[in-house]
Nanobody, 124 residues
Framework: QVQLVESGGGSVQAGGSLRLSCAAS????????VGWFRQVPGKEREGVAV????KIYATSVKGRFTISQDTQKTLYLQMDGLKPEDAATYYC?????????????????????WGQGTQVTVSS
C-alpha cells in the first residue's frame, strides 16, 4: 500500500508560483506512473500532469507547470504563472502502468494510490 503525502499548497496572487511536493512511503519511480490531478467542488477530478516514460501535460497548464522527481520517492509540481482558474485541491497519485499512463483519472481512481490533497488558492 503506497502512501502519498502532498505539501506546498497555499495562497498566491495571479502570476505567482508554487511548488507542490509529494512524498511517497516507498519507491514509486520508475515502477509506477505518477502524476498530479486537481479538483474543484462540483467538478470532476482532472489530470494536470503525469509521467512514466514521458511527461504529459493538460493543455491548460502546458508551458506553465512542470512535473519532476528528484528521488525515487518524491514528486514535484512546479507551478508558474498561476491563474485564478488554477485554484483547486491538488492531488498526487501513483498507479501501475498497466492500462496506460494518461491524464484521464478513471484508471487512477479505480486502481491507483492517492494523497489527501493540498489546497491552492489564486487571487486575481
Amino acid at each position: 500500500q503506497v502512501q502519498l503525502v502532498e505539501s506546498g499548497g497555499g495562497s498566491v496572487q495571479a502570476g505567482g508560483s508554487l511548488r507542490l511536493s509529494c512524498a511517497a512511503s516507498e519507491v514509486i519511480w520508475p515502477t509506477y506512473c505518477v502524476g498530479w490531478f486537481r479538483q474543484v467542488p462540483g467538478k470532476e477530478r482532472e489530470g494536470v500532469a503525469v509521467t512514466y516514460d514521458r511527461k504529459i501535460y493538460a493543455t491548460s497548464v502546458k508551458g506553465r507547470f512542470t512535473i519532476s522527481q528528484d528521488t525515487q520517492k518524491t514528486l514535484y509540481l512546479q507551478m508558474d504563472g498561476l491563474k485564478p482558474e488554477d485554484a483547486a485541491t491538488y492531488y498526487c497519485a501513483a498507479k501501475r502502468p498497466l492500462g496506460g499512463c494518461t491524464l484521464g483519472p478513471s484508471l487512477w481512481l479505480s486502481a491507483g494510490y492517492w494523497g489527501q490533497g493540498t489546497q491552492v488558492t489564486v487571487s486575481s
